[in-house]
């Protein structure tokens, strides 16, 4: 995983530092976050108080890990916390936002059937469970090693293949029931 450095000479405020981390990671954030939410204007509420939490933490961030796994890992249980909300449990967000599948190259029917199957993907990938979505998230779409996504997630890489390979057979049977 890449490291962040942070500068914490007198010149970089608190402020500083957490402008910069939103620069740098605000987008990445909001992704994350949307893959547990599946809403990009609830998702971009989570990203504020995300940012807010760890604004208030960083005085007591220790460099035991990188400041990018830090903020992951603060994102992370934020949405879990939301998710396991009374507010997230009984009161349904409208709109569905999921992720962008992308436009395919060749002609019209090319690009629809693409992004049909690419719709479907994205269905099957939002039905899993958390502990699933996560791993196939930050595998796939963040294209992160073994290694990162047992850091981020706190669990051993074990458990991040066997949690690997138990989404995929998910996947898979849920993408030919069809």
């Known amino acids: 995983m890449d490291s962040y450095s942070l500068d914490q000479s007198p010149a970089h405020t608190d402020d500083m530092i957490i402008d910069q981390l939103m620069t740098d990671y ?3 954030i909001l992704q994350l976050v949307m893959q547990y939410v ?19 933490a960083l005085p007591a961030f220790q460099h035991d890990a990188s400041m990018k ?3 992951w890992r603060i994102a992370i249980n ?5 998710l396991k909300s009374w507010y997230a449990r009984h009161v349904e967000v409208s709109g569905e936002d999921g992720l962008d599948c992308g436009k395919g190259p060749d002609g019209v029917e090319q690009e629809i059937l ?7 993907l ?3 990938v939002s039905a899993l469970p958390v502990m699933y979505r ?8 963040e294209d992160r090693t073994m290694k990162d996504i ?3 997630l706190q669990v051993k890489e074990g458990t991040v293949k066997t949690r690997l390979r138990r989404a995929k057979q998910l996947l898979q049977n849920r993408l030919e029931r069809g």
């Open 26 to 28: 605000g987008q990445e």
């Open 38 to 56: 599946h809403n990009l204007a609830l998702a971009e509420d989570l990203t504020q108080e995300i940012f807010l939490k760890c604004y208030k």
């Open 69 to 71: 796994t830090w903020l």
């Open 78 to 82: 934020h949405s879990k916390d939301y």
């Open 114 to 120: 693409q992004q049909e199957q690419g719709e479907e």
């Open 122 to 124: 994205i269905r099957a």
């Open 134 to 141: 996560e791993v196939i998230y930050f595998c796939y779409y």
């Open 150 to 152: 047992a850091e981020i």
